[in-house]
C-alpha cells in the first residue's frame, strides 16, 4: 500500500533549489537559505504569498552564535509575513527531519504548499568548535574533550566491525574511490576530484590516519551549504519548471542513545526506517533503481548495504566487490558522491539528498544522470544512527 493509498493524497515534490557546497566565505546562513528558497519556490511554479508553511533542518549547536533561525525564510519576500516557519533539529538527519514533518502538514491537511530547507555554515567556526557541537550529538562524549571527533566514534564502530567480520580496510577505500569519482560529476559537490582507489586505501602524508581505520578520506568534510524543496498536495501547478516527483513512502526510527543499549554494528534504527519505508511505498529493495545513502564515513555506507538488506550481515563487502552499487551496478550508491564528495553541512544533508534525487528521477541531474531513473530511496541518520529517516520517491 502505497502513501497515496493509505491517506488518500497524494505528496509531490514540485520545486527544489541546491547551493554549492564547500567553504563558502561569502554567503552566510541567511543569504544560503534565501537563495535556495527562491529557487525552489520559483521551479514549483508558485508565488511566495502561496506558501502555507516552513519547515527548516538546522543543527547549528553553538557553531553559530544565531540559534534561532527560523524566519530567515521570510527574507525571500514580504508576503512571506507571518508564515508559520519552525526550526527542526534531529543532528545529522535535520533536513530529513525537516522533510518529514512537511509531509506530515500535508497529511494532516493544514497546509497544502510546505516550503522545506536545510541548510549549515560550519567552516566559520574553528576546528574545536565543530568537534565540540558534534560531539554533542553523542550521549557518552557529549561535553568532553576528544582529539578525533566523531571520527573517533565511528572508527570504533569499524573496529567492531573488523572484530566480527573481518579487515575492510580495502572495501572502505573503494567507497571513497567510489563516492569521490561520482562527485566529479556534480556540479554542487565540494570535493570534485577522482583520487583512485590506491590513493584512498593507502595511508600517507596527504591521506593520514585520522582515528584507526579511518583514513582522512573515509571522513565527509566540514562543509557550509543548504538545499530547499517544495511539498504539495497534487496535482502540481502547471507552471511548474520540472516534473514533479511523488514521496511515496517514509519511514522514521529513534534507537537509545547509550552505547550499551545498541549493537555497534547492526544500526537497528535504520534497518527500522527502512522497513517503515519500503512498507508504506509497497516495494522492496529490488523495486529501487538508486539509493542516496548517509556516507559521514565510510564505514556507515558499508553497514547501510547490510541494513537496506543488499547483502547479510557481515557480507556489505561483495556490494563492492562484485560491482552492484557503482553507477553501473544494479542498485548504484551515492550518486552524487554523497555526503563524502558533495560534502557535509549537517542540516542541509538530508534535503539535499531528496534534491539530487529528485533531480535524477525528472531527469534533470545532467551529468550525474542514471538513464531511465524510476524510483529511489533516501536514507539520512543523525549521531551513530540515533535518529534514521528513509524515504521512497518516484518519477511521476
Given at each position: 500500500?502505497?502513501?497515496?493509498?493509505?491517506?488518500?493524497?497524494d505528496?509531490?515534490?514540485?520545486?527544489?533549489?541546491h547551493?554549492r557546497?564547500?567553504k563558502?566565505?561569502?554567503?552566510t546562513l541567511?543569504s544560503?537559505?534565501?537563495?535556495v528558497?527562491?529557487?525552489?519556490i520559483?521551479n514549483?511554479?508558485?508565488?511566495?504569498?502561496?506558501?502555507?508553511e516552513i519547515?527548516?533542518g538546522?543543527?547549528?549547536?553553538?557553531m553559530l552564535p544565531?540559534g534561532?533561525?527560523?524566519s530567515?525564510?521570510l527574507?525571500?519576500?514580504?508576503?512571506?509575513?507571518?508564515?508559520?516557519?519552525?526550526?527542526v533539529?534531529?543532528?545529522?538527519a535535520?533536513g530529513?527531519?525537516?522533510?518529514?514533518?512537511?509531509?506530515?502538514?500535508?497529511l494532516?491537511?493544514?497546509a497544502?504548499?510546505?516550503?522545506?530547507?536545510g541548510?549549515?555554515?560550519?567552516?566559520q567556526?574553528?576546528?574545536?568548535?565543530?568537534?565540540?557541537?558534534l560531539?554533542?550529538?553523542d550521549?557518552?562524549?557529549?561535553?568532553?574533550?576528544?582529539?578525533t571527533?566523531f571520527?573517533g566514534?565511528f572508527?570504533?564502530?569499524?573496529?567492531?566491525?573488523?572484530?566480527?567480520?573481518?579487515?575492510?580496510?580495502d572495501?572502505?577505500?573503494?567507497?571513497?574511490?567510489?563516492?569521490?569519482?561520482?562527485g566529479?560529476?556534480?556540479?554542487?559537490?565540494?570535493l570534485?576530484?577522482d583520487l583512485?582507489e590506491e590513493?584512498?586505501?593507502?595511508?600517507?602524508?596527504?591521506?593520514?590516519?585520522?582515528?584507526?581505520p579511518?583514513?582522512?578520506t573515509?571522513c565527509?568534510?566540514?562543509?557550509d551549504?543548504?538545499?530547499?524543496?517544495?511539498?504539495?498536495t497534487?496535482?502540481?501547478?502547471?507552471?511548474?519548471?520540472?516534473a514533479?516527483?511523488?514521496?511515496?513512502?517514509?519511514?522514521?526510527?529513534?534507537?537509545?542513545?547509550?552505547?550499551?543499549?545498541?549493537?555497534?554494528?547492526a544500526?537497528?534504527?535504520?534497518?527500522?526506517?527502512?522497513?517503515?519505508?519500503?512498507?508504506?511505498?509497497?516495494?522492496?529493495l529490488?523495486?529501487?533503481d538508486?539509493?542516496?545513502?548517509?556516507?559521514?564515513?565510510?564505514?556507515?555506507?558499508?553497514?547501510?548495504?547490510?541494513?537496506?538488506?543488499?547483502?547479510?550481515?557481515?557480507?556489505?563487502r561483495r556490494?563492492?566487490?562484485?560491482?552492484?552499487?557503482y553507477?553501473?551496478?544494479?542498485?548504484?550508491?551515492?550518486?552524487?558522491?554523497g555526503?563524502?564528495?558533495?560534502?557535509?553541512?549537517?542540516?542541509?544533508?538530508g534535503v539535499?539528498?531528496h534534491v539530487?534525487t529528485?533531480?535524477?528521477?525528472?531527469?534533470?541531474?545532467?551529468?550525474?544522470?542514471?538513464?531511465?531513473?524510476?524510483?529511489?530511496?533516501v536514507?539520512?541518520?543523525?549521531?551513530?544512527?540515533?535518529?534514521?529517516?528513509v524515504?521512497?520517491l518516484e518519477?511521476?
Amino acid at each position: 500500500m502505497s502513501l497515496q493509498e493509505q491517506f488518500g493524497k497524494d505528496i509531490l515534490l514540485t520545486g527544489w533549489g541546491h547551493s554549492r557546497f564547500g567553504k563558502l566565505t561569502d554567503e552566510t546562513l541567511e543569504s544560503l537559505i534565501v537563495q535556495v528558497s527562491r529557487e525552489a519556490i520559483a521551479n514549483a511554479g508558485l508565488e511566495p504569498g502561496q506558501i502555507d508553511e516552513i519547515y527548516l533542518g538546522q543543527f547549528n549547536s553553538g557553531m553559530l552564535p544565531l540559534g534561532f533561525a527560523s524566519s530567515l525564510a521570510l527574507q525571500v519576500s514580504d508576503d512571506l509575513a507571518n508564515v508559520p516557519a519552525t526550526r527542526v533539529e534531529n543532528a545529522c538527519a535535520s533536513g530529513s527531519a525537516a522533510v518529514q514533518q512537511g509531509a506530515k502538514s500535508l497529511l494532516a491537511g493544514t497546509a497544502r504548499n510546505v516550503l522545506v530547507i536545510g541548510a549549515e555554515k560550519m567552516t566559520q567556526a574553528g576546528p574545536d568548535v565543530v568537534g565540540a557541537a558534534l560531539l554533542g550529538a553523542d550521549y557518552d562524549m557529549a561535553g568532553k574533550s576528544s582529539t578525533t571527533g566523531f571520527a573517533g566514534l565511528f572508527a570504533e564502530t569499524a573496529k567492531h566491525y573488523e572484530k566480527r567480520y573481518g579487515p575492510a580496510g580495502d572495501v572502505l577505500g573503494s567507497i571513497a574511490a567510489k563516492n569521490h569519482r561520482n562527485g566529479v560529476l556534480n556540479p554542487y559537490a565540494q570535493l570534485r576530484k577522482d583520487l583512485g582507489e590506491e590513493f584512498c586505501r593507502t595511508v600517507s602524508d596527504k591521506n593520514p590516519m585520522v582515528a584507526d581505520p579511518l583514513r582522512r578520506t573515509d571522513c565527509s568534510p566540514v562543509s557550509d551549504g543548504a538545499a530547499a524543496l517544495v511539498l504539495t498536495t497534487g496535482p502540481a501547478p502547471s507552471s511548474s519548471a520540472t516534473a514533479p516527483v511523488r514521496l511515496t513512502g517514509f519511514g522514521h526510527a529513534n534507537d537509545f542513545m547509550p552505547v550499551e543499549k545498541r549493537d555497534p554494528t547492526a544500526f537497528a534504527g535504520s534497518v527500522a526506517a527502512w522497513q517503515r519505508a519500503l512498507a508504506m511505498a509497497g516495494t522492496g529493495l529490488d523495486g529501487l533503481d538508486f539509493a542516496e545513502v548517509h556516507d559521514c564515513f565510510t564505514i556507515a555506507e558499508l553497514i547501510m548495504y547490510e541494513v537496506m538488506g543488499l547483502t547479510p550481515a557481515g557480507e556489505g563487502r561483495r556490494a563492492i566487490e562484485e560491482g552492484w552499487v557503482y553507477r553501473d551496478g544494479k542498485l548504484p550508491v551515492n550518486l552524487s558522491g554523497g555526503l563524502k564528495a558533495k560534502g557535509h553541512p549537517v542540516g542541509a544533508t538530508g534535503v539535499s539528498q531528496h534534491v539530487v534525487t529528485a533531480m535524477q528521477l525528472s531527469g534533470t541531474a545532467g551529468e550525474m544522470q542514471l538513464p531511465g531513473a524510476r524510483r529511489a530511496a533516501v536514507h539520512n541518520m543523525g549521531g551513530l544512527a540515533i535518529a534514521n529517516y528513509v524515504s521512497v520517491l518516484e518519477a511521476v
